[in-house]
């Protein structure tokens, strides 16, 4: 084999390969797409959330099942709750949660949609680094809604995703300003951020 053929032949995998590289922390080398990597069942191992509103901001730090909450006035709650995913390489998701609270225990199934974003200047973000999840269906106990359209999904950027881990994030700001029934000036904030982990089962 000549110079020139071990040189082109490596410049060729190594665009194959970097073009696979869309999240934060990603793997450089991968000989699989992002979509084959989602594909399977994952179960979420940790996480950390805050949520932020006019009151002040709790603090959840998730282990396992385990949820722990902190925030304003001491507040403090824990449950247990898992979360699965599992993703289909032709565009579906099922999400089951299973929740237990003072002995008592829930399970919600959500099925729906899922598929990549594009290349958002102003959000920064690359083609297929973030990912939409559209509910289609949620089930839980005698409880039962669909949704057939388009009108809503739940954004997130896929920070990392490996054949055996998966980070998604979620944030979301919002802020209003209103007077309430006293001529007063009242003012409302949502400021979510979600950090979770998952592995692949």
């Known amino acids: 084999m000549t110079y020139k053929s071990i040189f082109f032949g490596a410049l ?55 949820w722990v909450t902190t925030g304003p006035a001491d507040y403090s709650n824990t449950q247990m709750i898992n979360i699965d995913f599992t993703f289909d390489k032709n565009g579906t998701y099922v999400q089951t949660i299973v929740s237990t609270s003072d002995n008592l225990s829930s399970t919600s199934v959500n099925e729906g949609a899922w598929f990549w974003l594009g290349k958002n200047k102003e959000e920064e973000l690359k083609k297929k680094e973030a990912i939409a999840l559209v509910g289609q269906k949620s089930i839980e106990g005698d409880y039962q809604a669909t949704n057939d359209g388009i009108d809503y999904s739940d954004n997130y950027i896929v920070k990392r995703l490996t054949n055996k881990e998966m980070v998604l994030v979620y944030e979301y700001k919002y802020s209003s300003q209103d007077i309430d029934w006293d001529g007063e000036p009242v003012s409302y904030r949502d400021d979510t951020y979600r950090e979770m982990k998952f592995e692949k089962q």
């Open 12 to 66: 060729v995998l190594g665009l194959s390969v970097s073009g696979c590289k869309k999240g934060e922390e990603d793997p450089f080398l991968s000989l699989k797409s992002r979509t084959a990597r989602l594909a399977g069942d994952w179960k979420l191992v940790e996480g950390t959330m805050t949520e932020t509103d006019e009151d002040g901001t709790y603090t959840t730090t998730i282990s396992e099942s385990q």
